[in-house]
């Protein structure tokens, strides 16, 4: 916990409460309630967690307003630059750059994870061909608890540890298994001599028929969203880890949980509804339609991979996201891509429009990752399912980091109870 120096008065009905006040390394202090309730007998209202620190974390760092992030200190843009998903796994699992020999055992022994228990082929076979993807995944995730007993006793503090490598490491094949099976392909096993996204492309593209070359600039672009999409604090989806965790339930089990939660169109769901939109607008010329559209109150329709909770500027993956988009395109030689330049012109038009500016809408990591993901020839369905794979690190860390901190109790919010007061029961005849 940080240091306290600071407090906080708080007067309810002329009483005053003083409120410790915590010091974080870095952003806003943080005031701390615990033990409001018991002093003062009230609870505070904040649906959404707005303004609520959920945990202690020394993981990932966001300054919203600045458009910046790190993990472990380090810029995302460095990061995607210059390290490689693996490393950036180590990262966050560990807290410090690893030494070679480190990163060299750490991918040995995740690479040597990938394939998945061979029983589990029969269990993607009971879902339906035409399931998508992530609701197999979300299946699929949650029986790893029932293939890995010697890895869900969360007290061992080994066994968490081969949970972590299981995760991340099976991952990438349970998500190319789901596209397979969707398309009614057969199942690519990993191969260990290629690395973490080249193994991935090949699990996906691949078939027995033929060799498939994996092209090192589509493998490098592949992990680049991976690293891009590897952790972001306290989001839904990590909070829904953190908090199925916080009953003891086992790694397989909350991740399941963080999958799920992923899906919806307004977290990882924005980047297959993202690019639905821009083909939806088509062309340049529809763009002050939709733009009219997500300004109107009375229509819900909102620009997707627009906005975001945190940022209240550009979301720094969302830049090095334009910059891989052009390099993909460039590579595959889609020089004019129709879906890219409607994305640029929105972006452009919405930037220059008061109602997003004033709200401080911009595009985030969602805005181009869609248009990378199909130029390299993954249908809208798979675009979850890989941020799924890309996050599963940053659910493992953060369940790691909460399963060895002392204040960890179980997640339990209170209410502002709006229902009737205290009745009798009526019977059926009398009502
Ligand atoms: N288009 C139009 N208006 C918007 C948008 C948008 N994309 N996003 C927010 N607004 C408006 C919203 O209507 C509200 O207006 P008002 O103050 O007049 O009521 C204001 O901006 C604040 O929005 P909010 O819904 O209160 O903000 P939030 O922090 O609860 O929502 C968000 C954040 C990401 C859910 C939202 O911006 C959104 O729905 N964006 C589109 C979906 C999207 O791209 N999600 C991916 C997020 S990044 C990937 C990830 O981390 O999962």
Redesign the pocket.
Known sequence: MADTTKTATLTIDGTDYELPVHQPTAGPDVVDIRKLYGQAGVFTYDP?FTSTASCDSTITYIDGDAGILTHRGYPIDQLAGKSHFLEVCFLLLYGYLPKAEELEDFETTVTRHTMIHEQMHNFFRGFRRDAHPMATMVGVVGAMSAFYHDSTDISDERQREIASFRLIAKMPTIAAMAYKYSIGQPFVYPRNDLDYAANFLHMCFSVPAEEYHVDPILARAMDRIFTLHAD?EQ?ASTSTVRLASSSGANPFACVAAGIACLWG????G?NQA?LEMLKEIGTPDQIPEYIAR?KDKNDPF????????VYKNFDPRAKVMKQSADEVLDLLGVEDNPTLQVAKDLEKAALEDPYFTE?K?FP???FYSGIILEAMGFPTAMFTPIFALSRTVGWVSQWKEQLSDPQMKIGRPRQLYQGENLRDYVDIENR
């Open positions: 959404g972001h989001n169109p307004a977290h990882g924005a993202c997500a909102r620009l997707m991979g627009f906005g975001h909770r709200k809408l985030n990591v969602d």
